[in-house]
């Protein structure tokens, strides 16, 4: 019984490290692809779709045409928004108790 103990423990000892192997794997595919995402911000699709919407405006967008042109909820913008900025990836300008504009940083 000490010898299949022995044996399964070994085993489990390799599926785990194939396991971190895959992972890294599809960590650096997405990486590669695009398809990353960013740390505070799990919806991967809104954030893409929020970096294409703004690299088409280089002096950027306010907040409510993005809610009203392009169909975004006020929460979901409101965390892509958030996600960018503590990125350095977007800045935002407060133009109102409900309104701001954010834009692409340079680079």
């Known amino acids: 019984m000490s010898e299949l103990t022995t044996k399964l423990f070994l085993d489990i000892k390799d599926f785990e490290k194939y396991q971190a192997m895959l992972k890294c794997h599809v960590h650096i595919e997405e990486e590669r692809r695009g398809e990353y995402c960013l740390s ?20 950027g967008l306010l907040s409510h045409q993005l809610i009203y042109n392009f169909d975004y909820r006020p929460s979901e913008l409101s965390d892509a928004t958030k996600a960018l900025v503590a990125n350095n990836l977007a800045t935002t300008s407060i133009i109102s108790d409900e309104e701001y504009k954010i834009r692409l940083t340079d680079g």
């Not at 505070?40 to 002096?59: A, E, F, V």
């Open 40 to 59: 505070g911000y799990p919806d991967r699709h809104n954030y893409h779709r929020l970096l294409r919407i703004l690299r088409g405006h280089n002096d």
